[in-house]
T-cell receptor
Framework: GQQLNQSPQSMFIQEGEDVSMNCTSSSIFNTWLWYKQDPGEGPVLLIALYKAGELTSNGRLTAQFGITRKDSFLNISASIPSDVGIYFCAGRSPIQGAQKLVFGQGTRLTINP | DADVTQTPRNRITKTGKRIMLECSQTKGHDRMYWYRQDPGLGLRLIYYSFDVKDINKGEISDGYSVSRQAQAKFSLSLESAIPNQTALYFC???????????????FGPGTRLTVL
């Protein structure tokens, strides 16, 4: 089935550092979504991208829909302790239609104060 | 109050038992989903429903069944639980946002199921 490769799998950074993570696919997607999951909770939507090349910000978070439609990245600027969690990308393939999202494996972010 | 709720939040059961996980939503969305989360594997789709009585298999439906008797409720059943069904289970809802095929999903808090 359709798969997304998300990297890195984990990150250990100092508070205040910028963070960058990305997702790639071997085929095109027509929607990219970025979620964050806190321990013991469900994923919460951070940013949604609907057009190739689109760059969208949400506070200190910025995400882009790659021009080739096969990738997306998420940046977090000036990280703070509450940024800790697991970040998931998700994409919707035009081949599979609008029914389903495909999720990346997640990036676990740990911040040292 | 949360828009998407799941019950129970935690459940420990034994091999061979029948288990039902419930999901309720107050968002008024037509579409509902059940996912399973395992460490290192992200979220995998079990079943989804676009409307009452509409049921569709996802990526890993074997060993599971679902019921959508009302717009606001979507239940997941394990007819005979086995240890490799130990996982976190998430319900999600969505509705068309009007952006082409875009379909943003909103997740419940999850149910941690342990099968001994």
């Amino acid at each position: 089935g359709q798969q997304l490769n998300q990297s890195p799998q984990s990150m250990f950074i100092q508070e205040g550092e910028d963070v960058s993570m990305n997702c790639t696919s071997s085929s095109i997607f027509n929607t990219w979504l970025w979620y964050k999951q806190d321990p013991g909770e469900g994923p919460v939507l951070l940013i949604a991208l609907y057009k190739a090349g689109e760059l969208t910000s949400n506070g200190r978070l910025t995400a882009q829909f790659g021009i080739t439609r096969k990738d997306s990245f998420l940046n977090i600027s000036a990280s703070i302790p509450s940024d800790v969690g697991i970040y998931f990308c998700a994409g919707r393939s035009p081949i599979q239609g609008a029914q389903k999202l495909v999720f990346g494996q997640g990036t676990r972010l740990t911040i040292n104060p | 109050d949360a828009d998407v709720t799941q019950t129970p939040r935690n459940r420990i059961t034994k091999t061979g038992k029948r288990i039902m996980l419930e999901c309720s939503q107050t968002k008024g969305h037509d579409r509902m989903y059940w996912y399973r989360q395992d460490p290192g594997l992200g979220l995998r789709l079990i079943y989804y429903s676009f409307d009452v009585k509409d049921i569709n298999k996802g990526e890993i439906s074997d060993g599971y069944s679902v019921s959508r008797q009302a717009q606001a409720k979507f239940s997941l059943s394990l007819e005979s639980a086995i240890p490799n069904q130990t996982a976190l289970y998430f319900c999600a809802t969505s509705d068309l946002t009007g952006q082409g095929d875009a379909d943003t999903q909103y997740f419940g808090p999850g149910t941690r199921l342990t099968v001994l």
